[in-house]
């Protein structure tokens, strides 16, 4: 490689904006098409109680005259809620599960629980409850779901011991879960549900979709306009690297003509030279991000991008390449590189060859 | 034979910097000689090898290659004719740094689409008739002034050009290298090269390579024999 310093400059900083801008794209559609994956077996509608419009547990006997709405196929009350272990400063997601639940005394954790209390199956572990006191419970399993993003913090539990732990009063759930066949009467149903129970607060799934679609694009978002920055200081850098030709370089474009090329002769050399490095730039610049976003779970963007738990899932996302945002990428990096780097060349290269006998 | 009819170029015309640097030469030079332009700094020279080599066009007058008319030719035949009819030595030899000697030889007919393999081989071949060939994959920036002098040589000669056009080809050389220049000269004269050179340097219009010399002043020559 000719000029190693000027190159060797422009490839690293390229490759750099690649990086990055390519790392924020995979990350950001990886984690939302995952919220997608995780969400398609959610419940149509999830019915909350609020009193002055925050949350409330709802009562379970409500389920049943809910579940005689039409259309509504079923209604289950759910068992869910957060706790705090201020022990290991981090947050855990407590769920009964609706179908193979634990005994009472056995706990299913998922794999960053496993992980940071250094536990596996059939330890015994402690978490203090609603009063305080300690409550023990054997583990059964260790999650290992697909999505980590959902399980690593999860606590699968019994409903007795939930109830215990929570300290929930027994007709008493945390929310319902309908399903609903028929997505065009998902509007009317939560109509129905409001109507019903003024207090209540129905939650589509695609309006969850919506608000994870917003905050994962919101987020990204928000690193782009960051790194957009870094890719406009890029713009100005390869402008002048690319742009200002170097006075060794007209004399070298001059030898060129003078021994006989012809212009589009040097122009195809130079299209040649841009593209070589831009092409090295925007494959490695990808490699890496691929690299960053799926083997190495992003160690530069989770603080930003994964939410606010103190106990980050160490989850990998499912590899996924969206090649319109690649070629998009391409298009807005390769090319506009690509001509910055010919135009000067094509002015130096209409020069009369004689300049450099002068 | 190459003729030029009342040539004249003037740099920056219409601006305050406005130079006259040839002013209606016409002069013929026979192929298969050897003619030395001599003259002082500013004499006109250089502009005269470069309007006959094809390298810019007069401002007015006509040249002619073998009575082709070569003036009014489009920038891309121009440099067709450039590129097969002649071959250049600069003064400070204008090679290329950065890649190797070789790849500075074969630079000149990497237009021509000849195949790759081909190309390095002649190119290689003439190193090696220069005694380089074991310096053909150095750097030019690591050539001696001798070893960088004949890797021009051999660069102009690439394309097998009918005519070698050297501009004060010894103006960087020490004496021991200017007379090694009129020797290789000397040898390609003798089969059948037409050399052009432009020099103030006596061992060169002194010597027995040159048949001709027009000495020039002023954007004009003041005169031109043929030497015994």
Not at chain 1, 63 to 86: E, F, T
Request: hydrophobic residues 45%; aromatic residues 10%.
């Amino acid at each position: 490689m000719r000029r190693k310093g000027k190159n060797g400059a422009l490839l690293l900083v390229y490759t750099l904006v690649i990086f990055v801008l390519a790392s924020v794209l995979f990350f950001s559609h990886a984690l939302q098409r995952e919220a997608a994956l995780v969400l398609k077996d959610a419940p149509e509608i999830i019915v909350q109680r609020t009193q002055a419009g925050r949350y409330h547990p709802i009562p379970v006997a409500w389920g049943a005259q809910i579940g005689r709405i039409n259309g509504v196929i079923s209604v289950r009350p759910r068992l869910w809620g957060y706790q705090y272990d201020s022990v290991f400063l981090a947050n855990y997601t407590l769920t009964v599960p609706a179908e193979h639940a634990p005994p009472a005394g056995s706990i299913d954790v998922g794999s960053g629980i496993a992980r940071m209390r250094g536990a596996s199956v059939d330890d015994i572990i402690a978490f203090a409850g609603h009063d305080g006191l300690a409550r023990s419970y054997s583990i059964r399993d260790v999650l290992s779901g697909e999505s980590q993003l959902l399980t690593s913090d999860l606590i699968l539990l019994s409903e007795e011991d939930y109830r215990d732990f929570s300290g929930l009063p027994a007709d008493q759930a945390t929310d319902l879960a309908l399903r609903v066949r028929n997505p065009r009467e998902y509007a009317t149903i939560a109509e129905k549900i409001t109507k019903l129970y003024p207090d209540t607060r129905p939650i589509l799934r695609s309006e969850i979709l919506r608000t994870y679609d917003a905050v994962f694009g919101w987020r990204s978002g928000l690193l782009i306009v960051i790194f957009s920055a870094a890719a406009l200081a890029f713009v100005i850098f390869a402008w002048d690297k690319a742009t200002g030709l170097s006075a060794e370089e007209r004399k070298e474009i001059g030898i060129l003509k003078a021994v006989g090329w012809e212009t589009s002769d040097i122009l195809l050399m130079k299209f040649w030279e841009g593209t070589v490095v831009s092409l090295t730039a925007f494959l490695v610049g990808i490699i890496l991000a691929y690299a960053h976003v799926f083997w190495t779970s992003s160690p530069l963007f989770a603080p930003v991008l994964k939410g606010w738990s103190t106990l980050y899932p160490a989850f990998r996302l499912t590899p996924f390449l969206d090649f319109g945002q690649i070629s998009a990428l391409f298009f807005l990096t390769v090319v506009p590189y690509t001509v910055t780097t010919i135009v000067p060349s094509w002015r130096a290269a209409i020069i009369d060859p004689d300049t450099v006998m002068r | 034979m190459i003729s030029a009819r009342d040539i004249s170029k003037v740099f920056n015309a219409g601006r305050p910097s406005e130079f006259t640097a040839l002013n209606g030469v016409s002069l013929d030079l026979r192929l298969h000689e050897t003619t030395v332009l001599k003259g002082p700094s500013g004499s006109g020279k250089t502009t005269l090898l470069a309007l006959m080599g094809c390298m810019s066009r007069p401002s007015t007058g006509r040249i002619f290659l073998k009575d082709r008319e070569i003036t009014s030719l489009p920038e891309r035949f121009l440099t067709e004719v450039r590129r097969s009819t002649f071959g250049f030595v600069f003064q400070q030899f204008n090679l290329i740094k950065g890649i190797s000697a070789l790849e500075n030889v074969m630079a000149p007919a990497y237009p021509t689409g000849e195949k790759f393999s081909l190309l390095r081989a002649r190119a290689l071949a003439s190193l090696e008739m220069f005694n380089l060939g074991k310096r053909a994959d150095a750097k030019v920036e690591w050539l001696s002034g001798g070893e960088a002098q004949r890797v021009a040589i051999a660069r102009a000669l690439i394309n097998n050009p009918a005519v070698i056009i050297a501009d004060e080809p010894t103006a960087h050389l020490d004496t021991r290298l200017a007379h090694e220049f009129i020797g290789i000269m000397a040898q390609l004269k003798a089969r059948g090269t037409t050399i052009i050179l432009a020099s103030h340097d006596p061992i060169v219009y002194d010597s027995d390579l040159a048949d001709r010399v027009v000495e020039m002043r002023d954007g004009q020559v003041i005169g031109a024999g043929n030497r015994a």
